[in-house]
């Protein structure tokens, strides 16, 4: 397989993954705003902070009011980061192996950008936005089912399956970090209902709730819920299933040996690191140090392959 | 309202089903005796049905669009095929066989002993004033001795039935997917047609392009690696490259997928690691092709793929450099050429075409430049030209300037008046122009598709075939009537 081919197949899945995430972050923090009383100031500043930090937007809006982030992380063609950005990004990858992947893939691509484009303004008003915003995740699980459904599990898959996973696991990382830090965790009384209702958000942004639930039964706290989010093997989202995916699938692929090796010290690094009795400091450094480790595969697999 | 033969206006050019009003070819009875036969319901559902099959089958191609970058039509194509009886038809296949022999004949002596220049029969002037003449390519034997592998020559035919060849393609002819694909459209679309006709096949064109393309191979291996080299997605013919990487069953790369290493080896950058590369069909301009040599910046290439072709490491079709021998000033000189290297008479004819470069020729193409085509030697696509019917007195003043000034880079044609096929109109068949564009396949021996890819003008009275100015494709049938 050319190494283009499977660079283009690794950053269409993503860039799918990205447009997924962000669509459900700005859906979670509309409801969660809702929740909140007028005198937690919480907002929509962090949403910024998760996905692209703050410079480039304070660069191009005033203040980070609500309209201001939608439109910047939704329709902005400035951001490189925005849902727009990514789905054109995701096209154009998927465009360029067109004839190799299975053509009901590429219609769904393209489809999900034309409607996109399409629907930018319903992206960007609040009455029909959860609804529109709802259409990008189902659209992109859709393209998930139908390539595992379809299309040969060989080296191409592989290597969709590790940029989404990638993806997904740096995504984790970030909403942990964000979101951990701008909770305070030694609350009483009336605040810590509202303690809860964010944590409770932070599962929600990884669609991580009612597994959660189902999982640990116990009221929302802030060490099960990190435990959950980056340790739980079996949910498909937490950090640590997201790497036992990469090792596995850089084991289907040739010349594999320092990208799962890469794989495996962070896994080491993630258990034994026990991020769930974190204070808030420690769990920040700890974090990064999980970023820097993806980054290190990420490069392991650019320089290996592509 | 149903076709009626009888109000067809064939008016005085020649037409390639209908002799005259009301009275079809040989060849083409049974097709305007079904046609005839089809209400306008019938018609109008066939063409969807070709139209939902080209949308099906993604047969499309691009074009540039100013604010919304570019994007995918589908190919425009009319359900009424252009018939040619075998026996004609094999006529023209010797001559293109001829024609390609002796231009390959021609390119190879050029970049080696150039004979034909010593002998007189080319002017040096010429050949140093060629813009496509590669210094570069000097000294070069490559495999077989052939450098245009693959040629698309366009034929005409004028109102008087004879077939001309209008120019020849000698760099990156494209067209052939489309031909190929027409068939499958007409298949779906007139099955019945396939029973009455004997029509012969087109589809062995992958194959024959895959085993030329490996009769080139530097190293003497079962599965040579051939690849399909491609500007990229961006490109108009990207279509015709991914079509034509995937019926041969080649990899389809881009410039960045390759890259020479200090052995003059071309590698391919796989997951695997490197994997040697045997035969590149390279569909970017020689000009394109190695930024070590031409365009320092050009971003398609792949630096040092001279080195590695001079070196024999690797083919490459068509040659660089082939280019030299379709400009519009050496196509003057093409009968020449075939009785030079070949000793035989052209089968095909050229459109008579005066060389402006000689004195008598120049004198009449002044006087008669209202009735001429005029065209600039190295220019392609249309640009630079002196349509003289059609042009202002003051045009025709400025091409006698011109010509006066630099005679060498200009020839001249008389108008030829395109012949006609009936074409899908509503659910009426008119009278439109058209050409046809055969590929011609140069390796071990020289095979020819069978027809071609046939351009339809579709606007009323217009000649451009160009599907990114109006024009579309027939399917042509090459059909046996002896059968």
Known sequence: MLSRVASNMFWMARYLERAENTARLINVNSHLLMDLPTTVKLGWEPIIDILSGRDGFYERYDKADEASVVKYLVTDKENPGSIINSLTQARENARTVREIIPSEIWEQVNGLYLSAMQNRQALLGRRRRYEALSGVIRANQTITGTLAGIMTHDEGYAFIRLGRNLERGDMTTRIIDVRSASLLPELDGDQSTFENIQWMSVLKSMSAYQMYRQKVRLRINRPDVLKFLLLEPRFPRSLLHTLHQVKALLEELPRHEKAVEATEKLETQLVDGKPQCLEQQELHEFIDDMQLGMIKIAEQINKTYF | ?483
Request: charged share 25%; net charge negative; proline share 6%.
């Open chain 2, 1 to 483: 309202m149903t076709i009626r033969w009888g109000s067809y206006k064939t008016t005085n050019l020649y037409d390639e089903l209908l002799r005259a009003a009301g009275k079809p070819r040989a060849a083409a009875e049974i097709i305007c005796g079904y046609l005839r036969s089809l209400t306008d319901n019938d018609l109008e559902e066939f063409k969807v049905a070709a139209e939902s099959a080209i949308h099906v089958m993604g047969i499309s191609f691009r074009v540039y669009h100013e604010d919304e970058g570019s994007i995918d039509r589908d190919w425009p194509f009319d359900i009424i095929p252009r018939i040619i009886d075998k026996q004609e038809w094999l006529q023209i296949e010797k001559g293109l066989k001829q024609r390609v022999k002796a231009l390959n004949m021609f390119i190879d002596d050029l970049y080696n002993e150039q004979k034909i220049v010593k002998d007189g029969v080319f002017p040096e002037e010429l050949l140093k004033k060629s813009k496509n003449f590669l210094p570069e390519c000097k000294g070069v034997h490559p495999p077989l001795g052939i450098w245009a592998h693959i040629c698309g020559s366009d034929l005409v035919r004028d109102s008087d039935g004879t077939v001309y060849v209008l120019e020849d393609n000698l760099r990156v002819p494209s067209g052939v997917s489309y031909m190929l694909e027409n068939r499958k459209v007409m298949k779906r679309v007139f099955p019945e047609m396939f029973e009455q006709y004997s029509i012969l096949p087109v589809d062995d064109y992958p194959s024959h392009l895959y085993d030329m393309l490996s009769q080139l191979s530097p190293r003497d291996i079962e599965h040579p690696e051939i690849v399909v080299l491609t500007p990229g997605i961006y490109n108009s013919a990207y279509f015709e490259h991914a079509y034509l990487a995937q019926q041969m069953g080649a990899e389809l790369v881009e410039g960045s997928d390759l890259f020479v290493d200090d052995d003059n080896v071309v590698y391919m950058r796989t997951i695997e690691g490197p994997a040697r590369v045997d035969v590149i069909y390279r569909r970017i301009d020689d000009h394109f092709l190695d930024p070590e040599v031409f365009n320092p910046d050009s971003m398609l290439g792949v630096p040092g793929l001279m080195r590695a072709w001079k070196a024999g490491k690797v083919a490459l079709a068509n040659a660089p450099g082939s280019g030299v021998a379709d400009d519009k000033v050496v196509y003057a000189f093409v009968p020449e050429i075939i009785r030079y290297y070949l000793n035989e008479e052209p089968s095909i004819p050229n459109v008579p075409t005066y060389k402006c470069i000689n004195k008598e020729d120049r004198d009449y193409v002044i006087e008669n430049i209202h009735k001429m085509v005029v065209k600039p030697a190295n220019e392609s696509g249309g640009y630079g030209m002196l349509i003289g019917p059609h042009a202002s007195k003051a045009e025709c003043e400025k091409f006698k300037r011109l010509i006066r000034r630099d005679p060498r880079n200009y020839v001249a044609q008389p108008m030829l008046m395109l012949s006609t096929a009936p074409t899908l109109v509503e659910t009426k068949a008119e009278p439109r122009h058209l050409d046809l564009r055969p590929f011609i396949l140069s390796g071990k021996d020289i095979k020819v598709t069978t027809g071609g890819l046939t351009r339809v003008a579709l606007r009323k009275g217009s000649i451009v075939v160009n599907s990114s100015q109006g024009g579309g494709s027939k399917d042509t049938w090459i059909v046996d009537m002896e059968a």
